[in-house]
């Protein structure tokens, strides 16, 4: 099950350099590729705004 971010997301780009296999695409909301996500979570933690979650 790959994580979600939701529209709470305010674009910070903390996320990225925490995702190991770069499932994380910039926009103006972040989204997380569900193929590529091997749900280690390690993006969750770095969230400010807490916008990322299990799906």
């Keep these: ?5 939701s529209d709470e997301c ?3 780009g903390a996320c990225l ?9 910039e926009g103006d909301i972040y989204t997380i590729d569900a193929d590529l ?8 933690e770095s969230c400010p705004v807490e916008a ?4």
């Design 1 to 5: 099950m790959a994580h979600v971010i």
């Design 17 to 25: 350099p925490e995702c190991p296999v770069d499932a994380i695409s």
């Design 52 to 55: 990322i979650s299990a799906e």
């Design 37 to 44: 996500c091997t749900d280690c979570a390690a993006c969750v």
């Design 10 to 12: 305010i674009a910070c």
